[in-house]
């Protein structure tokens, strides 16, 4: 592994172990037995790190959505395997969303990422739900604003569930994204055909 990329791991470890806040370069530096001068070679501050991180999630989120786009008959299968795999990822990085206000109001070029990454997100979910329609996994006669807010809706939990896990019930890994991971698919529910509803409540439901 090169050494920019033990530096980024390292980072993330220590980022998701003890907080955005409690972390220097000087702290990722110590832990990898690296002198801070070594480190600064690579990253300068601890925001170059972080945006990087940021980045990296991002790519990994680009992935899971061309791989949901990219399947031509959608199954309700392929709905539920996305939306794990999200919280999979979320989870690997879950420093920013527990930090995510701190981290948009000190690092400008994340907030301005962030609302972009909103804007385009909305169209390529809007793409998404019309695939599960002509999949006939959802009603055909859904109310355009139903699917444009339901992307809202899927950001607000998406966004948010480490941190109401971390306060609420405090759920290890694997728990906790089956936990939340279901709570969104539950969103998906009065959109499907009342087939597709049988079978997810056969799925997952009685699976839980």
């Known amino acids: 592994m090169k050494t920019k990329d033990k530096i980024l791991s390292k980072a993330l470890e220590l980022f998701n172990e003890k907080g955005y806040n409690n972390i220097t370069t000087r702290h990722i530096a110590a832990d ?4 801070a001068g070594n480190l600064h070679y690579h990253f300068k501050h601890s925001e170059d790190i972080i945006k990087i991180l940021f980045s990296e999630l991002i790519l990994k989120m680009d992935d899971l959505l061309n791989g949901l786009q990219k399947i031509e008959n959608k199954t309700l299968e392929d ?4 939306t794990f795999s999200t919280y999979e990822v979320f989870y690997s990085f879950r420093f920013i ?14 907030e301005s990422r962030y609302e972009s990454i909103n804007v385009t997100r909305k169209d ?14 959802f009603r055909n006669h859904i109310p355009d604003f139903i699917l444009r807010s339901l992307t809202t809706q899927i950001f607000i939990i998406a ?22 991971a279901l709570i969104q698919m539950n969103l998906f529910y009065p959109l499907l055909t009342e087939e597709q509803q049988k079978i997810y409540i ?3 439901i009685s699976e839980s």
């Open 32 to 35: 990898l037995n690296m002198s």
């Open 79 to 82: 709905l539920y395997h996305f």
């Open 97 to 110: 969303f527990m930090n995510f206000f701190d981290i948009l109001k000190n690092i400008p070029a994340i």
């Open 124 to 137: 390529e979910f809007q793409v998404i739900f019309k695939g599960f329609q002509k999949n006939n996994i």
């Open 159 to 180: 966004d948010n569930w480490i941190i109401h896990n971390s306060l609420a019930f405090k759920m290890n890994k694997d728990e906790a994204v089956k936990h939340y």
């Open 202 to 204: 056969e799925k997952y």
